[in-house]
């Protein structure tokens, strides 16, 4: 079952691009976001704990290593942030990049920028009023997340959800049939998105436009408008994958190297469930401030018996391999052939230390070879596939 032989969308070796952006090196190597000139670090660092779990001065010192020290080029945000969503706190993790940035004059321009714009179907009616995507609402969105980051301009500006009925966070069954009404009020709806993103980009608000929770078809659909109107191309999708959630390797995969759309990983470490710090054996105090203590509810899904029963598998192979647990799981995503970066979220240092090492291929944390492709498939086909969606 290895993948690692296909060539396609985020496929090309690191090594073979030169970086624009960036203050250090990155030893993980960049990759090419689709049609873009978006050369970005195979490494992204996520937020979304800023505001919430950490405060401003620790959002500042991550910023503070992860680019100037490590070489991260690309942060990752979205205007609902920080998570669990909250009014109280919606927003605060753009203004402390924002912040950020205000006290580190010249940097903006030399690293990349990802936030997202909300759609509808979630109880988040703070946000706009409840957040939808038709035109006036994705400029609103833009200009709000603008003002917070204080920049001019978003490199890449992410639709965060669908605002159509998909399967989403954990679910895993399409709510159909459709009927030709509803086929023709998607299809109009996709375009005005893509439309509203046209605007913004001869505004020069934005640069490029991604996807994030988005299907095959979603892939397929964007594209396929696009090329037919002349509106902006996607150049990315942000979908969850990690050694608990692997769907994205079936017909998501097809449609991203198919269109030339790659992927943007988040929660590679499933919420933090792969760290192994909430298996009964691990030490009690790691899990003192971490999510699934603090927030009860908070993706569920990867907190069931049979994911813990994995992630003590998978923690296995990590020992062998001279690697943390946390270590293992960053680096098969990273090396497959549709990653084009893999977004880390911390709320240490410790942790954010921990994760970069996972992106130097030189070194043992990093090292990853088809022995390792292997033992994990092993597991994988153990009756381990997708836990995470009950399947």
């Given amino acids: 079952m290895s993948t690692q032989t296909k060539s396609g969308a985020g496929a090309a070796a690191p090594t073979e691009l030169k970086p624009t952006h960036g203050m250090a090196p990155f030893p993980g190597g960049y990759r090419r976001l689709g049609q873009s000139d978006l050369i970005v670090t195979t490494c992204t660092l996520g937020t979304m704990t800023w505001g919430e779990q950490n405060t401003e001065e620790e959002a500042h010192a991550q910023l503070d290593y992860a680019i100037h020290e490590a070489g991260i080029n690309i942060i990752d945000c979205a205007e609902n942030y920080p998570v669990p ?48 995507l038709d035109y006036d609402s994705i400029i609103e969105a833009c200009n709000g997340s603008l003002t917070r980051l204080q920049t001019d301009y978003i490199d890449l500006y992410q ?13 895993h069954a399409y709510p159909g049939p459709l009927s030709a009404a509803d086929r023709n009020n998607i299809t109009r709806s996709l375009e005005e998105q893509l439309r509203a993103m046209d605007a913004l980009i001869r505004q020069g608000k934005i640069r490029y436009v991604g996807l994030s929770n988005e299907t095959p078809v979603g892939i397929m659909e964007f594209t396929r408008i696009a090329s037919t109107l002349g509106l902006p191309r996607v150049v990315s999708i942000q979908n969850s994958y990690s050694l608990l959630h692997r769907q994205f390797e079936g017909a998501h995969a097809e449609a991203s190297t198919y269109c030339d759309v790659p992927l943007l990983a988040y929660s590679p470490l499933a919420g933090g469930a792969l760290s192994g710090k909430y298996l009964p054996s691990s030490d009690p105090s790691q899990r003192e401030r971490a999510r699934f203590t603090l927030f009860k509810r908070y993706m569920q899904r990867y907190q069931t018996p049979t994911c813990m029963a994995a992630v003590e598998r998978y923690t296995e192979i990590a020992r062998k391999y001279k690697k ?10 990273r090396s497959r052939w549709f990653t084009a970066s893999t977004i880390i979220g911390a709320t240490s240092m410790e942790q954010l230390r921990e994760n970069l090492a996972a992106f130097d291929p030189k070194q043992d944390s990093g090292r990853w070879d088809h022995s390792m492709e292997d033992d994990i498939n092993n597991v994988y086909l153990s009756g381990y596939r997708d836990v995470s969606l009950g399947v």
Avoid: M
């Fill in 85 to 132: 969503l909250n009014p109280e706190t919606q927003g605060r993790t753009e203004t402390y990049i924002g912040n950020w940035f205000k006290k580190n004059p010249g940097v903006r321009e030399r690293i990349y920028v990802a936030t997202k714009v909300c759609g509808p179907g979630r109880d988040i009616s703070w946000i706009r009023g409840g957040p939808k």
């Fill in 159 to 171: 639709i965060h959800w669908p605002a159509r009925p998909v399967p989403l966070f954990g679910s």
């Fill in 324 to 333: 943390t647990p946390s270590q293992l799981a960053l680096s098969f995503v």
